[in-house]
């Protein structure tokens, strides 16, 4: 049994390399070939204009969280706290209320996400028995002005679509 | 001294200090430009006034208003107040004096009398220069220690040490290269540069001194502290060396000294060794001979310039994404009249000389108008080479920058000087 023993070869060794100035030259060389495929073209530039030219997001990409529905409208989540106990960063916050109409016994009168809080993990999407809980509402800029504003509500958590079709997010592995 | 003399003492001097602090703005935005379209970015390009980028140079503007308003802080900690102020302004006062022995234009003949074009018009150039570009070290020195902080006096003792372990080579190439002039007057320099070698190889400094050119730039580069040799602020290790508890404009006066540094240190390397504000193959004589024929040259090859330069701007100055009625094409389109009516302008103004004025004095002050321009556009391309190096090359060891300044440029600075005068003694 013998061992591949790959020899690398040492770069950097010959006059002219130690010589350096001659690298140096070369080095310049590259980069001013790109300077000046620049200058003379600026569309070739390797960068996406980003306020205006937003980039394509994937359908598993985590972004802003939204509570789903049935078909009939009514809310899936069902108040059972997986989500928050599994919540790394405590930033969920729950509290149950009676149902009635019949697809359950509880569903959530509070549900609070707090964004600042939030590290964007998945672990909620993951806990959640009832796919209630979704991060495919492709917003990946998550701003405001003051904290107060960072923190979703119910309503707005219910508010927000997907911006996925459901077989493209199947695909996704959700 | 008559209103003539006096109002070219002032132009001379304004030029001295004005070209300088200008060009400061031009070299942050093409050091920006420039190190984005290095590294395939687009650079500042945002920043506008009424919807006029005017390429990113607004951006300066922003940058300084933003610097002016800051806060000015002098930590508490700090005990020598009065050295910590002194030492932004040592950097950049001395990197700005610099340039008052450097000339601009050949000696320049108004009926009977002669104006040197330097701010300073002195007979000690080149020791001028080396006196107190040594003395900008003072400054850094000063500003680490001052600040009573570990990265500054470790930035200011990288700079101390790396300046003078670099005069010396640089100080050896000069001793070569003056014993090729035979002076040390950098206008008689810029004049020597003016002849001809074999009659057709324009007597420039670098062809004259092949190998002194490389140390003397090498070295140029450590005085000035940038890449590959700017260890004194190595971000990586030391965070920002000496100027690391400056803000404000005491911040923007290193930053500012660093460019006029920059600058400075780009015309010397042009005065010295690439041809100062010499055309190659025209001299003051030549052209004052023939100065018809240049501006009627100039007449014609103004259009041809704006005309290519409109293009690239057309092509360039637009979105590169859809954009409803785009206000850069709007923007490049005011651009390309100003254009115009600039050469427009030109070519009147060369008219007007061509029918009334020619002859005496006017060829006189329209071949200085040359040369400056010639001047200020190599010394542009010199300070272009300054960024290419920057965003080409790593930063040295400190080590490795001592190792090169007195293993390596040290003895070619002697063999340097031995091969120049067996030469000189040998054949003239």
Same mark, same amino acid.
């Given at each position: 049994?013998?061992?591949?023993?790959?020899?690398?070869?040492?770069?950097?060794?010959?006059?002219?390399?130690?010589?350096?100035?001659?690298?140096?030259?070369?080095?310049?060389?590259?980069?001013?070939?790109?300077?000046?495929?620049?200058?003379?073209?600026?569309?070739?530039?390797?960068?996406?204009?980003?306020? /205006?030219?937003?980039? /394509?997001?994937t359908?598993?990409?985590?972004?802003?969280?939204?509570?789903?529905?049935?078909?009939?409208?009514?809310?899936?989540?069902?108040?059972?706290?997986?989500?928050?106990?599994?919540?790394?960063?405590?930033?969920?916050?729950?509290?149950?209320g009676?149902?009635?109409?019949?697809?359950?016994?509880?569903?959530?009168?509070?549900?609070?996400?707090?964004?600042?809080?939030?590290?964007?993990?998945?672990?909620?999407?993951?806990?959640?028995?009832m796919?209630?809980?979704?991060?495919?509402?492709?917003?990946?800029?998550?701003?405001?002005?003051?904290?107060?504003?960072?923190?979703?509500?119910?309503?707005?958590?219910?508010?927000?679509?997907?911006?996925?079709?459901?077989?493209?997010?199947?695909?996704?592995?959700? | 001294?008559?209103?003539?003399?006096?109002?070219?003492?002032?132009?001379r001097?304004?030029?001295?200090?004005?070209?300088?602090?200008?060009?400061?703005?031009?070299?942050?935005?093409?050091?920006? *430009?420039?190190?984005?379209?290095?590294?395939?970015?687009?650079?500042?390009?945002?920043?506008?006034?009424?919807?006029f980028?005017?390429?990113?140079?607004?951006?300066?503007?922003?940058?300084?208003?933003?610097?002016?308003?800051?806060?000015?802080?002098?930590?508490?900690?700090?005990?020598?107040?009065?050295?910590?102020?002194?030492?932004?302004?040592?950097?950049?006062?001395?990197?700005?004096?610099?340039?008052?022995?450097?000339?601009?234009?050949?000696?320049?003949?108004?009926?009977?009398?002669?104006?040197?074009?330097?701010?300073?018009?002195?007979?000690?150039?080149?020791?001028?220069?080396?006196?107190v570009v040594?003395?900008?070290?003072?400054?850094?020195?000063?500003?680490?220690?001052?600040?009573?902080?570990?990265?500054?006096?470790?930035?200011?003792?990288?700079?101390?040490?790396?300046?003078?372990?670099?005069?010396?080579?640089?100080?050896?190439?000069?001793?070569?290269?003056?014993?090729?002039?035979?002076?040390?007057?950098?206008?008689?320099?810029?004049?020597?540069?003016?002849?001809?070698?074999?009659?057709?190889?324009?007597?420039?400094?670098?062809?004259?001194?092949?190998?002194?050119?490389?140390i003397?730039?090498?070295?140029?580069?450590?005085?000035?502290?940038?890449?590959?040799?700017?260890?004194?602020?190595?971000?990586?290790?030391?965070?920002?060396?000496?100027?690391?508890?400056?803000?404000?404009?005491?911040?923007?006066?290193f930053?500012?000294?660093?460019?006029?540094?920059?600058?400075?240190?780009?015309?010397?390397?042009?005065?010295?060794?690439?041809?100062?504000?010499?055309?190659?193959?025209?001299?003051?004589?030549?052209?004052?001979?023939?100065?018809?024929?240049?501006?009627?040259?100039?007449?014609?090859?103004?259009?041809?310039?704006?005309?290519?330069?409109?293009?690239?701007?057309?092509?360039?100055? *637009?979105?590169?994404?859809? *954009?409803?009625?785009?206000p850069?094409?709007?923007?490049?389109?005011?651009?390309?009249?100003?254009?115009?009516?600039?050469v427009?302008?030109?070519?009147?103004?060369?008219?007007?000389?061509?029918?009334?004025?020619?002859?005496?004095?006017?060829? *006189?002050?329209?071949?200085?108008?040359?040369?400056?321009?010639?001047?200020?556009?190599?010394?542009?391309?010199?300070?272009?080479?300054?960024?290419?190096?920057?965003?080409?090359?790593?930063?040295?060891?400190?080590?490795?920058?001592?190792k090169?300044?007195?293993?390596?440029?040290?003895?070619?600075?002697?063999?340097?000087?031995?091969?120049?005068?067996?030469?000189?003694?040998?054949?003239?």
């Amino acid at each position: 049994m013998s061992i591949k023993v790959r020899t690398v070869e040492r770069k950097g060794r010959t006059f002219l390399e130690q010589l350096y100035l001659v690298e140096v030259i070369k080095g310049m060389t590259v980069t001013l070939g790109h300077f000046f495929r620049n200058l003379l073209d600026n569309s070739r530039l390797y960068v996406r204009h980003y306020p /205006e030219v937003e980039p /394509e997001i994937t359908a598993r990409w985590r972004g802003r969280h939204r509570l789903t529905r049935h078909e009939d409208g009514s809310v899936k989540c069902v108040a059972c706290f997986m989500c928050q106990t599994n919540c790394p960063s405590n930033c969920i916050m729950i509290e149950a209320g009676e149902r009635h109409d019949g697809r359950s016994e509880k569903m959530p009168t509070r549900f609070d996400i707090d964004l600042l809080e939030c590290i964007y993990c998945g672990y909620c999407v993951e806990a959640c028995p009832m796919d209630a809980i979704r991060m495919d509402t492709g917003i990946y800029s998550v701003t405001s002005y003051s904290r107060d504003s960072m923190v979703l509500g119910l309503e707005e958590l219910l508010e927000t679509p997907g911006a996925f079709d459901e077989e493209e997010y199947k695909k996704g592995g959700g | 001294m008559s209103a003539l003399d006096i109002l070219l003492v002032i132009l001379r001097i304004a030029f001295g200090a004005f070209v300088p602090l200008s060009f400061v703005a031009i070299l942050v935005w093409m050091e920006r *430009r420039g190190a984005a379209f290095f590294q395939d970015r687009a650079g500042p390009n945002r920043c506008n006034v009424l919807g006029f980028r005017a390429g990113g140079l607004i951006q300066n503007a922003a940058d300084g208003i933003k610097l002016a308003f800051k806060e000015d802080v002098i930590p508490g900690h700090i005990k020598h107040k009065f050295y910590f102020v002194l030492a932004p302004m040592l950097v950049f006062i001395t990197a700005l004096l610099c340039f008052a022995v450097i000339p601009f234009a050949d000696v320049l003949i108004l009926g009977d009398k002669h104006y040197i074009m330097q701010a300073v018009p002195m007979d000690i150039g080149i020791l001028w220069f080396l006196a107190v570009v040594g003395f900008g070290v003072y400054g850094i020195i000063l500003a680490g220690w001052s600040s009573h902080n570990k990265y500054g006096v470790l930035g200011g003792l990288r700079a101390a040490a790396q300046v003078i372990s670099y005069e010396i080579p640089m100080g050896l190439a000069l001793v070569s290269l003056l014993a090729v002039y035979g002076t040390v007057n950098l206008s008689e320099m810029a004049q020597f540069q003016g002849r001809l070698l074999f009659g057709f190889i324009p007597m420039w400094g670098f062809v004259l001194q092949p190998l002194g050119v490389i140390i003397f730039i090498v070295a140029a580069f450590a005085e000035t502290n940038r890449t590959p040799f700017d260890l004194a602020e190595g971000e990586s290790e030391i965070v920002a060396g000496y100027h690391v508890e400056y803000s404000s404009m005491k911040f923007a006066l290193f930053f500012m000294g660093e460019y006029v540094a920059m600058f400075v240190s780009s015309a010397l390397i042009v005065t010295l060794y690439f041809g100062s504000y010499q055309i190659p193959w025209f001299n003051t004589e030549t052209l004052v001979t023939y100065a018809r024929p240049v501006v009627i040259a100039i007449m014609l090859g103004l259009p041809v310039i704006g005309y290519f330069f409109g293009e690239w701007m057309k092509r360039n100055n *637009r979105s590169h994404y859809y *954009r409803e009625n785009d206000p850069r094409q709007k923007e490049t389109t005011v651009y390309i009249a100003l254009l115009w009516s600039l050469v427009a302008i030109l070519e009147i103004v060369l008219l007007i000389y061509l029918v009334f004025a020619h002859g005496g004095v006017a060829d *006189r002050i329209l071949v200085a108008l040359l040369q400056i321009g010639t001047f200020l556009f190599k010394t542009f391309l010199m300070c272009f080479v300054y960024v290419w190096v920057r965003w080409t090359l790593p930063r040295f060891r400190y080590d490795q920058l001592q190792k090169i300044g007195w293993e390596k440029l040290l003895p070619l600075a002697l063999l340097n000087i031995f091969i120049t005068s067996a030469i000189i003694v040998s054949f003239g």
